[in-house]
């Protein structure tokens, strides 16, 4: 297993903060979060909804040239889930298929948030990467 170039970048942040600090972290990224194209906003049956998250977060994976366009929605009164979901995209995002078939499982973990963040919560992100990888597998 091994992560994209941006996931790296983003795990090298989280793992450069103080515990304290990871969770202001966080809560940037949940404003990041990009907004659904018309063709989702106005489509919302086309999404797959994430069961494992307790906040309503959908997602939708597009391959193009054996490059996965990524498409996830949040709640904003749900930051943790959609920062999640953000985390996901900026780590996922325009890479190789091959590249998102074999990004670690164990990514969640990697960010340091496991002790800060309910298991609720990690359940939540892992549910979205394993869709996003089935989903994935399933359009290359």
């Given at each position: 297993?091994?992560l994209?170039k ?10 450069s903060l103080?515990p ?8 940037d990224?949940a404003?990041?979060?990009?907004n659904?194209?018309v063709?989702?906003?106005d ?10 998250c307790?906040?309503p977060?959908?997602l ?5 040239d054996?490059r996965v366009?990524?498409f ?7 930051p943790t889930t959609?920062?999640?979901a953000?985390?996901?995209?900026s780590a996922?995002d325009q890479?190789?298929?091959?590249d998102?078939?074999s990004?670690?499982?164990?990514f969640?973990?990697m960010l340091g ?6 298991p609720?919560?990690?359940?939540g992100?892992?549910?979205m ?12």
């Amino acid at each position: 297993m091994k992560l994209t170039k941006p996931a790296v970048a983003v795990v090298d942040d989280f793992q450069s903060l103080e515990p304290q600090h990871r969770l202001e972290l966080l809560l940037d990224f949940a404003n990041e979060l990009p907004n659904l194209p018309v063709r989702y906003a106005d489509h919302p049956d086309l999404l797959e909804r994430v069961e494992e998250c307790q906040s309503p977060v959908y997602l939708f994976v597009e391959v193009t040239d054996q490059r996965v366009q990524l498409f996830l929605t949040a709640p904003k009164e749900a930051p943790t889930t959609r920062a999640f979901a953000s985390i996901l995209h900026s780590a996922l995002d325009q890479q190789p298929v091959d590249d998102v078939l074999s990004f670690d499982d164990d990514f969640p973990s990697m960010l340091g948030l496991t002790e800060l963040v309910s298991p609720l919560r990690m359940r939540g992100i892992r549910g979205m990467l394993a869709r996003i990888k089935r989903q994935v597998s399933e359009k290359s």
